[in-house]
């Protein structure tokens, strides 16, 4: 088996008196797309950090390419690309010139940049927005040319910290179609994400971040087998029947979970739970049976409240 490209033992990351990361092991393999998924303030961003070797590591060790980042940052930053959560683009220059002025960071020269910025901007279909300003550009196209400028230098490993926070659903879906054909080229991949459904598309195998700890790793179907059942029949209620004490009688099913407006019933066999609802007499407003989810997972091991 090959080397991890990046492992982790005991990692932690420490700001004063305030732990962000506890004493968290992984390992990342060749080729595979990785993921953090976590609320905010889970210790997401500060482990990406420390990855790229530009946050040094307080405890216990880790391992970037084989090399120790707290040592060899400038080797491994010569060797990964970021794509960070905001946009650092300079948006008075044209696409093109983003380009070359970041390839120059890494000492390529004109006559190597030139077709290799070609070759990206036709990867992230910006070839016909080669020479206009950043500035006007929409908030998608923004985020796929961070891509291409994250990719200039050919880089063993790829990091990219919330690559779609903030773009609508139609951005969000064609900046999953370049991620997944990175992922097809063999490019490892590193992604923080609180975007369930973005988890589920493009890791292989993700941890469940909270509190600065690792709650779980596995891969998206691993986690959903291991934490749910196969299917969630999600209930509502009049409030007439919520306040009559109708659904006391749900009692009868073995994991359910009350939420303000509904109630949701995990189980192997969605219609079964309807037709058991029928023969008790209970009468929801609307039913919806749908598969377990990523995101069943998240909020059963991480909890529903809103943490500061």
């Avoid at 300079?90 to 380009?99: I, K, P, R, T």
């Avoid at 087998?225 to 659904?247: N, Q, S």
């Avoid at 994991?255 to 019933?265: I, K």
Wanted: charged share 30%; with cysteine.
């Amino acid at each position: 088996m090959p080397e991890p490209l990046v492992s982790a033992r005991n990692l932690v990351k420490r700001f004063g008196d305030f732990t962000a990361v506890d004493g968290i092991d992984f390992d990342v393999e060749p080729g595979e797309a990785f993921g953090f998924l976590g609320p905010n303030g889970a210790g997401k961003t500060s482990t990406m950090r420390m990855i790229g070797a530009v946050s040094p590591v307080t405890e216990g060790t880790l391992s970037v390419l084989g090399m120790d980042p707290n040592t060899d940052g400038v080797k491994i930053r010569a060797r990964i690309g970021v794509v960070p959560q905001l946009d650092t683009l300079d948006l008075e220059l044209s696409v093109y010139e983003n380009l070359l002025i970041y390839g120059r960071y890494f000492d390529m020269s004109r006559k190597t940049l030139d077709p290799r910025i070609a070759e990206l901007l036709d990867f992230v279909r910006l070839t016909e927005r080669r020479n206009d300003k950043v500035e006007p550009l929409s908030g998608g196209m923004k985020r796929r040319l961070t891509i291409a400028r994250g990719l200039i230098n050919e880089p063993d490993l790829l990091l990219l910290d919330e690559p779609t926070t903030g773009l609508d659903p139609q951005a969000r879906h064609a900046l999953w179609d370049r991620l997944y054909g990175l992922k097809k080229r063999g490019v490892t991949l590193i992604i923080t994400t609180h975007y369930m459904d973005e988890a589920e598309q493009l890791c292989d195998r993700l941890v469940i971040m909270d509190g600065g700890k690792i709650v779980d790793i596995g891969s998206p179907r691993e986690l959903i087998e291991r934490h749910t059942r196969r299917e969630v029949v999600e209930l509502r209620f009049t409030p007439a029947a919520r306040e009559g004490g109708e659904i006391s009688t749900l009692d009868a099913f073995d994991r359910v979970e009350v939420l303000p407006d509904r109630l949701l019933v995990s189980t192997d066999d969605g219609d079964a739970v309807l037709a058991r609802l029928s023969d008790l007499v209970i009468h929801p407003e609307s039913t919806l049976v749908r598969r377990s989810t990523l995101e069943d997972v998240f909020l059963r091991l991480t909890g529903r409240s809103l943490v500061d």
